[in-house]
């Protein structure tokens, strides 16, 4: 693996914000992973280049959100049981600003709790759901709006490790996913909430026929957007289906995603849409390639390529004209996002296990492994290592990027990482 030299980026010199954006959900302001921010830290420990910690009072993989000088997350009060809340931190100085109960029922599923769903907000209200089934929304004062059980409305969740998918927001409404079939004979489904009311507006049966754990998915809604056509994506079970926003109709279904009927084929990573294609994980392989605007069965005619290295966990990224891969042992590969041809790798970063999606940022991908190790890479034509930068505390959150700062959230603390003038808008 070709690395370059650490000590030549060891230095980070303050550099003017080219633009200053929200990370108002899981994958940022784009739904893509992407930030358009320009000068962020590429170094930092647990002591350095740090502007403030917060303390955490158990795991997580749920990813902070952040608007303005608000940081929203979801939050398990203790490791094993207890209560559920949802977090309200000043951005300024890492303070806690209002504490909103999300219900009990906390428990451990293997690496995740019930804490696992990201929230998501719209600048005025924010959303979030438990693994527990409580939907609730709040305004950015911390009243309560309105409240749901989702299981108390359509039946028990019947996922082998326990409800992990974040809510997509899109005009005025949130779409939720329960794909689910190891422990339940109920239909997987797709909702579509109001945001003002907490009410179904539409709630569609998801058929398939995968087998034993297959049906089962922790993915999260992607929003696919062409020409003037709006559709919510959703993998799981086996296929990749495109619906209706407006009614839940299903207009489109991909399958491929388990060849071999393979029964312990949930899904993890979520699909990513980017210049017109839907880029489809499956459990490391295949990985599927589709153009958009098929109807029915697009399985022969939409597919465009497939690659056999894919994640398991981490959802990809791609600048537009690469696509970057990262497994869940650190292989990451640079594929043409068009083509599927291999750009460059596989090149393994350090050892561990990453269940974080990577970010990328002015160039650069951010990419965090379990054992709390952020590696800076250059994006592009070319692998380069740029940074290693350790915590060792135990991370399964894929990191948030706002106003030149990078939040980094681990079982023991929430790290703000650089600092920021908000006068000038320049990371200091």
């Not at 370059?4 to 303050?14: F, K, T």
């Not at 203790?78 to 806690?96: H, K, P, T, Y």
């Not at 700062?405 to 000038?424: E, M, P, V, W």
Request: charged fraction near 20%.
């Amino acid at each position: 693996m070709k690395r370059s030299c650490l000590s030549a980026v060891l230095v980070v010199c303050g550099v003017c914000a080219v633009s200053a954006e929200n990370w108002p959900q899981w994958r940022g302001p784009h739904l893509n992973g992407v930030s358009s921010e320009k000068g962020l830290p590429i170094t930092w420990s647990a002591t350095e280049n740090v502007a403030w910690t917060l303390a955490m009072p158990a795991r997580s993989g749920s990813t902070p959100i952040v608007w303005n000088d608000r940081i929203f997350l979801n939050v398990a009060l203790q490791e094993m049981g207890g209560d559920l809340e949802l977090w309200c931190v000043s951005r300024l100085d890492g303070s806690i600003l209002w504490k909103a109960p999300l219900g009990g029922g906390n428990n451990r599923q293997r690496k995740q709790n019930m804490s696992t769903p990201s929230p998501v907000t719209d600048g005025t209200s924010v959303w979030v759901i438990t693994g527990t089934g409580v939907l609730k929304g709040f305004d950015f004062a911390g009243r309560e709006l309105w409240a749901r059980d989702i299981q108390k409305d359509y039946g028990a969740f019947g996922l082998n490790w326990g409800y992990a998918s974040s809510p997509l927001l899109h005009d005025g409404a949130l779409y939720v996913q329960v794909l689910h079939g190891m422990k339940t004979d109920d239909p997987s489904y797709l909702l579509r909430v109001d945001t003002k009311t907490g009410t179904t507006i539409w709630r569609v049966e998801r058929p398939t026929d995968a087998i034993r754990e297959s049906p089962d998915a922790y993915t999260t809604p992607a929003l696919l957007q062409y020409g003037s056509t709006t559709e919510i994506v959703v993998t799981g079970g086996d296929v990749v289906t495109g619906h209706d926003p407006a009614t839940g109709k299903e207009l489109w279904r991909a399958r491929g995603l388990n060849p071999g009927n393979n029964p312990s084929y949930r899904l993890v990573a979520s699909a990513l849409v980017v210049d017109g294609l839907i880029v489809a994980p499956a459990r490391q392989r295949p990985l599927l390639a589709l153009k958009a605007g098929g109807r029915g069965d697009v399985t022969a005619t939409h597919k465009v390529w497939e690659f056999n290295n894919g994640p398991d966990v981490p959802t990809p990224v791609s600048d537009g004209r690469n696509l970057y891969v990262l497994t869940d042992n650190g292989v990451v590969h640079a594929l043409d996002l068009h083509t599927g041809a291999v750009v460059w790798g596989p090149e393994r970063l350090r050892a561990g296990t990453y269940s974080a999606s990577p970010i990328l940022a002015d160039g650069r991908m951010y990419v965090t492994s379990e054992e709390g190790v952020t590696a800076v890479f250059s994006a592009g034509p070319k692998f380069e290592l740029l940074a290693e930068n350790v915590v060792d505390e135990f991370t399964l959150s894929s990191v948030a990027i706002s106003q030149g700062q990078i939040f980094l959230r681990t079982d023991k603390h929430l790290y703000a990482i650089g600092s920021i003038n908000r006068s000038r808008g320049e990371r200091r």
